[in-house]
């Protein structure tokens, strides 16, 4: 059977909780659905209802705002594998509820009237030499064992990258027991002063932000924890699992510099986040150049009845994607809200964005895709040898970016690389192009072919 809410909002952190909650005030019928188990996506993660910490607002920002959207009906373990695109309505939009490791998945069919997709961002982690090690945790990861585990990812941890997202991982880990032996940001002082003090205007209206930075700087201080710029780990060493890594000072392009080497078990690293837009692609949306779905003030994608809203659209953190929610859930409710942005995304680029010279942290033997152990070498010698410049045919060369992440995790550097080697790649921003978007298993994939047999 086949469901036809007025709205679909795909994603319950931030941005698809404020759509949701937006479009129902509006008197639209909503159907809100999320893959995780409880609402409040990276941003709000929290410990399971069965084990409640006593104190979990102390652990968030804004809690009691997200207590009020958690209050939404959810459809919870509902992961959306399939979109299909038509060309006089909006998406069929196909979905799976149930346990992921789960052998009797629901099938949920939905063609709403509008669909509005608030699905975020993955986070970004650049190789370097000893980046498969064990004890190499994406910061978004170790933030997550720390809010929804309480469990500390090492005893000294080394938390490296850029942005000020490092900031809340470092704080998150030492609540965890875990000592930071330091927070190390790649980009230097001057550039970091110049992104942040233009426009102090546009820093009013995200004053919240401020006391949310004190609160960091805080820990910090309260914890002795060094804050280093122009610095970044270039190097994880160890016998079977992390036992130091090496730290350099880096250029204004990134490019290492001086080096030392830290003692440490651990190492928590991102460099950004990219937008999880392949359900955006798969229902033809448009991109921008920096892999983000382009959008109007309202939230419009260039598909009609298609929204989208928060990182999807852009980085620019919790509270922009709470704004953007509202508005893209009360026009896809049929209503009209007008609202100007703050530039809190081009300041996070212009301040924390990645610069080239990190290249020159790799070697030839170094890995770039995990899943099928194409290294740095792997690429530039099938550039050489094939004289390709499409990206298609590249990859399937090496087998780069078709594993079982399917590009998530090495997707945008096997680009930017084979950009480099090639002198410029004729078909970029593929690796977002994922028709099936989540694991399904080849049973469910029958049941599904099934149905459209019996329905044709």
């Not at 149930?98 to 997709?117: H, I, S």
């Not at 030499?129 to 005893?155: H, I, N, S, Y």
Request: hydrophobic residues 45%; neutral net charge.
């Amino acid at each position: 059977m086949i469901e036809t809410p007025d709205v679909l909002v795909v994603g319950a952190g931030p941005a698809g909780l404020a759509a949701a909650a937006a479009a129902r005030r509006a008197g639209a019928q909503v159907v809100l659905l999320d893959a995780a188990a409880d609402a409040g996506g990276q941003y709000w993660r929290h410990l399971p209802a069965e084990r409640p910490a006593a104190r979990e607002r102390i652990l968030h920002h804004g809690w009691d705002r997200f207590a009020r959207l958690r209050g939404q009906e959810l459809l919870a373990d509902a992961q959306v594998w399939l979109v299909e695109r038509h060309d006089d309505r909006p998406p069929t939009v196909h979905a799976l509820v149930g346990p992921a490791d789960g052998t009797a998945r629901e099938k949920r069919v939905f063609a709403p009237r509008a669909l509005v997709l608030a699905t975020g961002a993955y986070e970004r982690t650049l190789p370097f030499p000893g980046w498969d090690l064990p004890g190499v945790f994406t910061a978004g990861a170790a933030q997550a064992l720390a809010k929804a585990e309480r469990v500390a990812v090492g005893r000294r941890v080394v938390v490296a990258g850029a942005g000020p997202f490092l900031l809340p991982v470092a704080a998150s880990l030492v609540r965890t027991g875990a000592r930071v032996l330091g927070v190390l940001e790649a980009n230097p002082w001057p550039r970091l002063a110049r992104a942040w003090t233009a426009r102090p205007a546009e820093l009013f209206a995200s004053r919240g932000k401020a006391g949310e930075l004190a609160g960091y700087v805080r820990d910090l201080i309260r914890h002795r924890i060094p804050y280093r710029a122009a610095t970044g780990v270039v190097a994880a060493h160890g016998d079977g699992r992390v036992e130091a890594v090496t730290v350099a000072r880096l250029g204004p392009d990134w490019a290492p510099g001086t080096e030392r080497r830290i003692a440490a078990d651990a190492v928590c690293v991102s460099h950004g986040f990219v937008p999880r837009a392949e359900l955006a692609v798969a229902a033809g949306c448009r991109l921008d150049p920096d892999g983000s779905v382009h959008t109007d003030a309202e939230g419009r994608t260039s598909v009609p009845g298609v929204f989208a809203a928060g990182e999807i659209t852009g980085i620019g953190g919790a509270d922009l994607a709470l704004a953007e929610g509202s508005v893209a859930g009360t026009v896809a409710a049929g209503g009209a809200d007008r609202r100007g942005f703050t530039g809190f995304p081009a300041r996070l680029e212009a301040a924390h964005g990645i610069r080239p010279g990190w290249t020159g942290w790799l070697t030839d033997d170094t890995l770039v895709c995990r899943c099928e152990d194409v290294t740095a070498g792997d690429l530039r010698a099938a550039a050489e040898a094939t004289g390709s410049r499409g990206l298609r045919s590249l990859k399937l060369s090496t087998r780069a970016g078709l594993g079982a992440c399917q590009g998530r995790v090495c997707g945008r550097t096997v680009e930017e690389l084979l950009n480099r080697h090639t002198g410029g790649l004729l078909d970029p921003g593929r690796t977002a192009n994922r028709p099936v978007a989540a694991l399904v298993r080849l049973g469910e994939l029958a049941a599904h072919h099934e149905d459209h047999e019996e329905n044709a």
